[in-house]
């Protein structure tokens, strides 16, 4: 079992960065996969980037691709979003979560989710 706790978030102006992080509890950090999603008001939860185990391969949507990166410091417990090149449409809750399994992408699989953290983008 594994705590997340999301924290970052803010208001950034359109084309500026953000970086948040994600700060996970217990021994076994290093066992999950880490992934970043969110939800905008009156949407549905999506997925935005994911990292393996040993920080090795990533992936992401389409709609982040080359702005965000996604990395993890496994001695650190912790996973990291660097945004960049910020737009309006990326305004949401930004949410952690874990699981055992590669290559997910669907909020209904990942098995712990952090609380998540506001992200604003002012055009």
């Known amino acids: 079992q594994v705590q997340l706790v999301e924290s970052g978030g803010g208001l950034a102006q359109a084309g500026g960065s953000l970086r948040l992080s994600c700060a996970a509890s217990g021994r076994t950090f290093s066992t999950y996969v880490m992934a970043w999603f969110r939800q905008a008001p009156g949407k549905e939860r999506e997925f935005v980037a994911a990292?393996?185990?040993?920080?090795?391969?990533?992936y992401y949507a389409n709609s982040v691709q080359d702005r965000f990166t996604i990395s993890r410091d496994n001695a650190k417990n912790t996973v990291y979003l660097q945004m960049n090149s910020l737009k309006p449409e990326d305004t949401a809750v930004y949410y952690c979560?874990?699981?055992?399994?590669?290559?997910?992408?669907?909020?209904?699989?990942?098995?712990?989710w952090g609380q998540g953290t506001q992200v604003t983008v002012s055009s």
């Open positions: 990292i393996s185990r040993n920080g090795g391969s990533t």
């Open positions: 979560a874990a699981d055992k399994a590669y290559g997910l992408r669907s909020s209904y699989e990942y098995d712990y």
